[in-house]
């Protein structure tokens, strides 16, 4: 084994000095050999050179299984494996077994349950699932329902219904309401029944406005007033009986016929 030295691993003095960090030392698997001294220089190179080759296998980081193969009865098993960047594939081929012995009577079949039937949206698959009690065998069925068809034709009449049920005494009808609507709009009833009573709302359209008279409220007002004042002319000029009597009776009605002329005047 030949090593090439840099010059500056020797000391002044003409000493080597060796570093085991400064070069790399291949493993030797026939060192050190037999009844010979025990050299450090070569332990430690051996040592290193070991390391360097655990340092250099690959970290496992995976295994898949890539094929399992069924050979015929009596063939010898095989497994292959390789490694891929960090993974290791393995590959098997193994030997199908003898044929077992007949296994014991199973329970007694009952029945088939249906447990229920789902209905599924239009294009769905249908599905089914299927399990074992002990007795029967129980099923759960997923059924799509179909698209919707198209119309039928119209059906002919029905026939007719028979009588239905007496219906309730009527007692009396009662007007809960009367709105008032504006002109021209429909008229509106509302009826409920309340096991006694029938019950109306009425809605009824008031009358158009009607055409203005001949004479208006403050003509009228006018017109009256005017004749009053009118007609107070014919007892201004009626003088009251000043002169009294000596006849109560007489005296009474002169004072009855003076209150006549003056209420009549204006």
Do not use: Y
Request: aromatic fraction near 6%; avoid cysteine; hydrophobic fraction near 35%.
């Amino acid at each position: 084994m030949n090593f090439i030295l840099p010059p500056s691993l020797f000391e002044p003095e003409g000493q080597v000095k060796i570093h085991p960090s400064s070069f790399a030392i291949m493993f030797d698997p026939t060192l050190p050999q037999e009844n010979t001294l025990a050299d450090a220089v070569q332990m430690r190179g051996q040592l290193n050179g070991l390391k360097a080759l655990i340092d250099a296998v690959p970290t496992l980081t995976a295994a898949q299984v890539d094929s399992t193969t069924t050979l015929p009865q009596g063939s010898p098993a095989n497994a292959s494996v390789n490694l891929v960047g960090n993974m290791l594939h393995f590959s098997f081929e193994i030997p199908q077994g003898q044929e077992g012995m007949i296994g014991p009577v199973g329970p007694p079949f009952g029945g088939a349950v249906v447990d229920g039937v789902n209905t599924l949206p239009p294009g769905d698959s249908a599905t089914v699932s299927v399990s074992f009690d002990g007795s029967n065998v129980r099923f759960i069925f997923g059924i799509p329902r179909g698209n919707d068809g198209n119309q039928g034709p119209q059906g002919g009449n029905g026939n007719d219904g028979g009588p239905g049920p007496q219906g309730p005494p009527f007692a009396q009808a009662v007007v809960d309401g009367v709105t008032t609507l504006n002109p021209a709009e429909p008229a509106t009833v509302q009826t409920s029944f309340d096991g006694s009573n029938v019950r109306f709302n009425f809605g009824i359209p008031r009358g158009n406005d009607g055409q203005p008279g001949e004479i208006s409220q403050t003509q009228l007002d006018s017109a009256i007033l005017n004749s009053l004042n009118g007609t107070s002319n014919n007892t201004n000029g009626v003088s009251t009986l000043d002169t009294g009597f000596a006849d109560p009776d007489m005296e009474a009605l002169r004072q009855k016929l003076n209150e006549m002329i003056l209420n009549g005047r204006r």
